[in-house]
């Protein structure tokens, strides 16, 4: 999965930034893909300053979007942004950049761009809007068709001036979980069948799926359980192994606890007091959940991992 994050940043004057993208040649929110290894938070300040010349602060996130274009699936991080100085400045990937009213946005713009810019102007706290994006047909003949021309075309202008050539993001693997609370504010962990240890309901994503549909596929898989999103508590990433991971609070809406292949028990635990054979990093993402109040905690997790620490040599979630 290839993933990048936009920056929503409106002026005192209620005006937003905007910038005209130099392949495409339509409007849009400043923003791009993630360096290998970025947190987000880090990624859409880079994105930001670097296409517009405004130094911004991520102030929270308030989208998840995925969309696919063939055997490729694409998922961007949309944040609020707060203004911390520079001055407008054009770049090589943003010719023209200005403040504009929300009320008479230029055109042409994308419709997945301009769907992010409207959910994020009318966001006002509480949890991230997350949901699928479509390709217009336009905009899958420009990605098919003329985008491969555009990038060969500037690829050459790179190497006339001795530049590098342009080197396409790194794709990320994507696992999600979910924090499950009952009525005593206890949360619900999985006991695993291959070894001795206890994690929260979840796992890596199949190809094309958002974190969203992992998060309730692995739960259903684990546990019986059906579940409703009600939060993204944590977003987690691993940067030697360019891996992100999504913790989102949940609530049960059916089924029932049934073990199988991959769970052998289950048990609720209250926070902080979780068994000995518990991995730490699940532990680390229970305490963003419950103590957040509704906010997106984003972390570096980069440490042994549960069964690493128990002398496994195995990776984990």
Same mark, same amino acid.
């Given at each position: 999965?290839?993933?990048?994050?936009?920056?929503?940043?409106? *002026?005192?004057?209620? =005006? #937003?930034?905007?910038?005209? =993208? *130099? *392949? &495409?040649? +339509?409007?849009?929110?400043? !923003?791009? %893909?993630?360096? %290998?290894?970025?947190?987000? &938070?880090?990624?859409? %300040? =880079?994105?930001?300053?670097?296409? +517009?010349g405004i130094s911004v602060v991520p102030a929270r996130l308030v989208g998840l979007y995925h969309w696919n274009d063939r055997a490729e699936d694409f998922l961007v991080l949309a944040f609020r942004c707060l203004i911390e100085g520079g001055t407008i400045t054009r770049s090589e990937e943003s010719p023209s950049v200005a403040f504009t009213q929300t009320d008479s946005l230029p055109r042409p713009m994308i419709g997945l761009h301009k769907e992010r810019l409207e959910r994020g102007l009318v966001h006002v706290g509480g949890a991230p809007y997350w949901g699928e994006q479509s390709l217009s047909r336009t905009m899958i003949v420009w990605r098919r068709l003329v985008g491969p021309l555009v990038y060969r075309s500037k690829d050459f202008r790179r190497r006339m001036r001795g530049e590098t050539p342009f080197q396409p993001p790194l794709p990320w693997s994507v696992g999600a979980f979910v924090v499950i609370q009952n009525e005593m504010g206890d949360i619900l962990w999985v006991k695993r069948t291959d070894y001795d240890l206890w994690n929260l309901p979840g796992g890596g994503n199949e190809p094309g799926e958002a974190p969203w549909a992992t998060a309730i596929r692995e739960t259903r898989e684990e546990s019986g359980l059906d579940v409703d999103l009600t939060g993204c508590s944590g977003i987690y990433v691993k940067p030697k192994r360019n891996q992100m991971v999504f913790t989102f609070t949940a609530r049960i #809406? !059916?089924?029932?606890? +049934? &073990?199988? *292949?991959?769970?052998a028990a289950f048990a609720y635990f209250s926070p902080g007091n979780e068994p000995d054979n518990t991995l730490p990093k699940h532990i680390d993402r229970v305490t963003d959940a419950v103590s957040l109040q509704g906010a997106t905690q984003f972390r570096i997790q980069d440490g042994p991992s549960g069964l690493e620490v128990l002398g496994i040599n195995h990776a984990a979630g």
């Open positions: 999965m290839f993933i990048g994050a936009n920056g929503i940043v409106v *002026d005192n004057k209620g =005006r #937003v930034l905007l910038i005209l =993208r *130099d *392949d &495409t040649r +339509t409007w849009a929110i400043p !923003g791009g %893909a993630l360096e %290998a290894g970025e947190l987000p &938070t880090d990624g859409v %300040a =880079r994105e930001v300053e670097e296409e +517009t #809406v !059916g089924g029932k606890l +049934t &073990t199988g *292949d991959e769970a």
